[in-house]
């Protein structure tokens, strides 16, 4: 007989053990959308980001993809929003429509080809001529 340790026994040391792996994964569960709405649902890094007067077009560049996103500056109303990626040789991938936020993301395969990256917030326009070539 042990005194003076209470409920210290392996059944109370396995639900300690428990609860604490449970919490770990809730919490890396619950940060994951966070970094997921940070990249716009993109993979891969940042390697470029276009200036709109009201938003950006960011790409993102992985080991096999390249992506980009057109991100609105004040997310709110809708408004029209385009973003279109094509790789060198092949056909544009598009997403166009009234978004609150942002329009993509729209991947493409882009194993050592350079890609062509347009995108728009209402009026204004970008485009980035052939790049990650």
Same mark, same amino acid.
């Given at each position: 007989?042990?005194?003076?340790?209470?409920?210290?026994?392996?059944?109370?040391?396995?639900?300690? &053990?428990?609860?604490?792996g449970l919490l770990l994964c809730a919490g890396g569960l619950l940060?994951? $959308?966070a970094a997921q709405a940070a990249t716009g649902g993109c993979g891969g890094a940042l390697v470029k980001a276009l200036p709109l007067p009201t938003g950006e077009v960011r790409i993102y560049k992985s080991r096999t993809q390249a992506c980009a996103v057109t991100v609105a500056h004040d997310p709110g109303r809708r408004r029209a929003m385009a973003v279109s990626i094509q790789p060198?040789?092949? &056909? $544009?991938?598009?997403?166009?429509?009234a978004f609150t936020?942002?329009?993509? $993301?729209v991947t &493409?395969?882009?194993?050592?080809?350079?890609?062509?990256?347009?995108?728009?917030?209402?009026a204004g326009s970008v485009d980035s001529g052939w790049i990650l070539c």
């Open positions: 007989m042990q005194l003076g340790r209470k409920g210290c026994g392996r059944g109370a040391a396995s639900a300690r &053990v428990f609860t604490a940060a994951a $959308p060198r040789g092949g &056909v $544009p991938v598009r997403d166009a429509g936020r942002y329009a993509g $993301p &493409v395969g882009a194993i050592s080809r350079c890609v062509y990256v347009k995108g728009s917030i209402e």
